[in-house]
């Protein structure tokens, strides 16, 4: 499936089929983790039938459904480590997408996780992972001269690197965002108010360079 294709599809879904995640699934996920890992730097682990994180009252406030899986973002405490989060989480997010799984990353409202954090690791987000009831749905959001600098005469890449990035995820759909391009550099900037702003940053940069192609631009 081509990657614009995975990025449209994928919505947050809450309420899970109880099915369980076939082991052959699993090994292409693991694999994926692990190489996001190394690339990354991260310590992401996924947690397969695990419902007791799902099961507390934040959960149930979360409306989440038999959720019994979950990727926990965990990795070394740094500078930077919220952001990279979400960058290798969200392409974590979109290989799960591209093997018909659905995904939903969550903040709070959840249960404590099975995870193992080290003394020098923090866990930051965990995403929760099935066969979800329905496909998600799409949200209404800004446009995408609301969150860039693009005009009519923008190279395509950055048309099409904004577009992917005003699909990215972000907490309660706040799209707190900035991209700017000065020729073939690219700012991406959070807001500084809101939640996860950090974490949703490095999701919207995944988008951003996904649609854009990482050969057309570097980061400022």
Not at 154 to 167: R, T, Y
Not at 188 to 210: P, R, S
Request: include cysteine; hydrophobic fraction near 40%.
């Amino acid at each position: 499936m081509e990657i614009m294709e995975v990025i449209r599809s994928r919505h947050s879904v809450r309420q899970y089929l109880d099915k369980p995640i076939p082991q052959e699934i699993r090994g292409q996920l693991d694999a994926c983790a692990a190489a996001l890992n190394r690339e990354g730097g991260l310590n992401m682990q996924i947690l397969y039938d695990e419902p007791a994180c799902f099961s507390s009252r934040m959960a149930h406030y979360g409306r989440f459904e038999q959720a019994a899986n979950y990727i926990a973002m965990v990795g070394k405490k740094s500078e930077g480590l919220e952001e990279r989060c979400g960058f290798y989480g969200e392409r974590l997010v979109l290989k799960a997408q591209e093997l018909g799984l659905n995904t939903c990353w969550v903040a709070l409202t959840h249960g404590k996780s099975k995870a193992v954090v080290g003394a020098d690791e923090k866990e930051v987000i965990i995403i929760a992972l099935g066969y979800g009831k329905t496909q998600g749905a799409p949200h209404r959001g800004k446009s995408a001269a609301d969150v860039s600098n693009v005009a009519e005469d923008s190279p395509d890449w950055f048309k099409n690197g904004v577009e992917a990035a005003l699909l990215a995820p972000t907490a309660v759909n706040q799209q707190k965002f900035r991209l700017e391009r000065n020729g073939d550099r690219v700012t991406a900037k959070a807001a500084l108010l809101g939640t996860n702003l950090k974490v949703d940053l490095g999701i919207v940069k995944c988008h951003f360079e996904l649609g854009a192609g990482k050969e057309n631009f570097s980061w400022a």
